[in-house]
């Protein structure tokens, strides 16, 4: 007779479980409460994620405890009676009923008996039963259920590796759908297990932070000056606090991804709050099935925010683009689809405090990461202690920190060049060949200079719903100035993308398609056009 034993698989081990059949429950949620009630400790979805596994690995072990004690799971060693109700673990624990019995005739096994199982699916199966002869399907001995089924073997980790992504998703979907659970920088809990904040304590975590220039300061620093309640679990007193002021519009949460920083929000800089007059834009619709493979290529080069481009599939740790004038005069630059995965990023937070390295000097600034509006502000200073035209080629460079980032040119010492001067004429915009002396390197066809700013920016176009037609009267009167700054009269496509962002913020996409579409503008080859 069979005497050893072995270790049941469980379906919570299978593929199949986690990718076909798993859903949360109420019965995971039940169970995910009363781990916050004891705990008093918010959770992350991995960890929630890892909780739920070993819950679900559990509570089939249990049932399949209890299955076996009164012998529901089916083993060719157990006798069985019609009517009796079977487990079948080898066909994915599917449900039978014993509907008919019968003697088995097998003289290499001994006697035994033949029983006849039907299945919801409407089949019936014959199976040995109390077979004397060992089997591989016999899972107990001597030593009983407990040594064969078990959690003890089963990897967690290796479940959540497999398809943790797959188990978070569900589980966020349906604690969304909870009307008690709260979620703040990427950890969840009950909103009735909060710890108190009164409106005392925000008041007294405003006035800290006046007291820090407004800030940035962690949630810890703010608690040890306000006198939250001690006896609070410290995790959760942190959750409570943060959540409060989350829901106070005094406050800012401009921590990256991972990390909770406030900011009191009426110190931070106008531009922050709102977006500069010059990155402001009225989607224009153009048809961009319009633009040849070479404009299109040349946009991808531009890479203006404002264009709707995807991102490399393999990022750099270093990209190198053209400074263009609405991020010279407002002193930002632009999250473009090469450019946005080397700043820091946050799971709430729409601006995102960080620090910007001069990568001349070493000298750190203070930036500002405005993630709705794809840009980052803070280098005013930068640009101007440097000297840098438009066009200037920048380079952004990734560090060990995703909150600092290193911003740098190649400089040499300050030569005489000749570049496009805009001026104000006649109230219209523009451009004569002059010398400069420039310390930089520069995108021949998007340099520009002003020596009169402030007469610049008076031509300057708001954003408004005439911005198509105000684009066809720029471009026509841009063609005309610029062409006459060359022998051929013909103008570079990318020249005319960085003269249109001197008077209009405009992407490249519309600027290209009125080219090919208007009558008035030649295509002479290459990326340069004229006017006709």
């Known amino acids: 007779m069979h005497t050893g034993s072995k270790l049941l698989q469980l379906q919570t081990e299978s593929e199949k479980y986690w990718t076909d059949t798993f859903r949360v429950t109420?019965?995971?949620?039940?169970?995910?409460?009363?781990?916050?009630?004891?705990?008093?400790?918010?959770?992350?979805?991995?960890?929630?994620?890892?909780?739920?596994?070993k819950f679900r690995v559990d509570q089939e072990v249990q049932m399949l405890r209890r299955q076996m004690e009164r012998g529901a799971i089916f083993q060719p060693q157990n006798s069985y009676s019609v009517g009796e109700q079977l487990i079948f673990p080898a066909l994915?624990?599917?449900?039978?009923?014993?509907?008919?019995?019968?003697?088995?005739?097998?003289?290499?096994?001994?006697?035994?008996?033949?029983i006849e199982v039907s299945f919801p699916s409407g089949s019936t199966r014959e199976f040995a039963s109390a077979l004397q002869a060992p089997h591989a399907l016999n899972l107990t001995g001597a030593e009983g259920g407990d040594q064969v089924v078990?959690?003890?073997?089963?990897?967690?980790?290796?479940?959540?590796?497999?398809?943790?992504?797959?188990?978070?998703?569900?589980?966020?979907?349906?604690?969304?759908?909870?009307?008690?659970?709260?979620?703040?920088?990427?950890?969840?809990?009950l909103e009735s297990l909060l710890a108190d904040v009164s409106i005392a304590h925000l008041h007294l975590a405003e006035a800290v932070l006046v007291m820090y220039e407004g800030g940035p300061l962690k949630t810890g620093q703010i608690m040890a000056e306000i006198d939250m309640p001690r006896e609070v679990n410290q995790r959760l007193q942190?959750?409570?606090?943060?959540?409060?002021?989350?829901?106070?519009?005094?406050?800012?949460?401009?921590?990256?991804?991972?990390?909770?920083?406030?900011?009191?929000?009426?110190?931070?800089?106008?531009?922050?709050?709102?977006?500069?007059?010059?990155?402001?834009?009225?989607?224009?619709d153009y048809n961009w099935r319009l633009l040849s493979d070479e404009l299109a290529a040349l946009e991808y080069e531009i890479d203006d925010e404002l264009s709707n481009l995807r991102s490399?599939?393999?990022?750099?740790?270093?990209?190198?683009f053209s400074l263009n004038f609405p991020h010279r005069r407002t002193g930002t630059l632009p999250l473009s689809s090469r450019l946005r995965h080397l700043f820091p990023t946050a799971y709430e937070a729409p601006r995102v405090l960080m620090t910007l390295i001069?990568?001349?000097?070493?000298?750190?600034?203070?930036?500002?990461?405005?993630?709705?509006?794809?840009?980052?502000?803070?280098?005013?200073?930068?640009?101007?202690?440097?000297?840098?035209?438009?066009?200037?080629y920048l380079t952004i460079r990734a560090t060990d920190d995703p909150s600092r980032v290193v911003v740098d040119f190649t400089g040499y010492r300050p030569r005489t060049e000749w570049i496009r001067l805009a001026a104000s004429v006649d109230d219209r915009l523009r451009f004569e060949n002059q010398k400069r002396a420039i310390g930089a390197e520069y995108d021949e066809l998007m340099v520009l200079g002003a020596d009169d700013l402030k007469a610049v920016d008076a031509l300057w176009i708001p954003a408004g719903p005439q911005a198509e037609r105000r684009l066809n009267e720029v471009l026509r009167d841009l063609m005309s100035d610029l062409s006459r700054l060359t022998p051929q009269r013909s103008v570079h496509?990318?020249?005319?993308?960085?003269?249109?962002?001197?008077?209009?913020?405009?992407?490249?996409?519309?600027?290209?398609?009125?080219?090919?579409?208007?009558?008035?503008?030649?295509?002479?080859g290459g990326p340069y056009w004229r006017l006709v």
């Open 26 to 53: 109420d019965e995971d949620t039940e169970y995910l409460f009363s781990l916050f009630l004891e705990e008093e400790t918010p959770l992350t979805s991995a960890e929630i994620a890892r909780r739920i596994i």
């Open 92 to 114: 994915d624990y599917t449900t039978g009923e014993v509907v008919g019995e019968r003697p088995g005739n097998n003289p290499e096994y001994g006697p035994f008996t033949v």
């Open 150 to 189: 078990s959690a003890e073997h089963i990897d967690i980790e290796a479940i959540f590796r497999d398809y943790g992504d797959d188990i978070i998703y569900l589980v966020e979907e349906r604690l969304r759908e909870e009307k008690d659970v709260v979620y703040f920088a990427g950890r969840w809990f």
């Open 238 to 284: 942190t959750f409570s606090l943060d959540r409060a002021l989350f829901n106070d519009q005094r406050f800012d949460e401009v921590g990256p991804a991972g990390q909770v920083f406030w900011f009191l929000r009426e110190m931070e800089p106008e531009e922050v709050i709102s977006v500069p007059e010059r990155l402001r834009y009225e989607p224009i």
């Open 312 to 320: 490399p599939v393999k990022a750099a740790d270093s990209v190198t």
């Open 358 to 392: 001069d990568g001349q000097t070493g000298e750190e600034m203070l930036g500002w990461v405005v993630r709705e509006h794809k840009y980052v502000y803070g280098l005013a200073n930068f640009y101007r202690r440097h000297k840098l035209p438009v066009g200037t």
């Open 493 to 524: 496509a990318k020249t005319l993308y960085s003269a249109v962002n001197v008077v209009l913020r405009c992407p490249p996409g519309p600027i290209f398609a009125t080219l090919v579409a208007r009558p008035e503008f030649e295509h002479v």
